[in-house]
């Protein structure tokens, strides 16, 4: 096979160029189509805890339209509502895992609410620990 000379070389090179932008195209326009046909699935995805029995469902599939309490598909009762995370141990701690815990205000009660793990209090959008701590959990894991 005989050597290529520059203007060989350029023009491989630049056909190659064409091909990858090519592809990269072909890769994100199918990306953009999927997700055009599907423009709320993921958001429509939640994890949710039974009040009953503080079984927790996590992925559940909502409706477009649903609202809390959401009936639980096992007993077909309005039970599930969207549980808090908290990320902390009882001796301060930070967990990779998060114990699921659904706020009193949701549920009917009355009172703060509170982590049975970590005696804290549990907030709507309850705050993480801060990110060393959970890097450090990681580590531990």
Known sequence: MPAMNDKQKTALAAGAAVLAVGVLVYLVWGAVARSAAAPDST?????????ETGEVIVDMR??????????NPKTGRKTLYPPETCFWNRDGTAKVTPTY???????GKTGKTMCPDCGREVVF??????????IEAGKKK
């Open 101 to 107: 815990v659904l706020l009193n205000t949701l549920t």
């Open 43 to 51: 958001s429509r995805v939640r994890t949710m805890m039974c009040a």
């Open 125 to 134: 959008h309850n705050p993480a620990p801060p990110t060393d701590l959970l």
């Open 62 to 71: 909502i409706a477009q339209d649903a609202t809390p309490p959401l009936a």
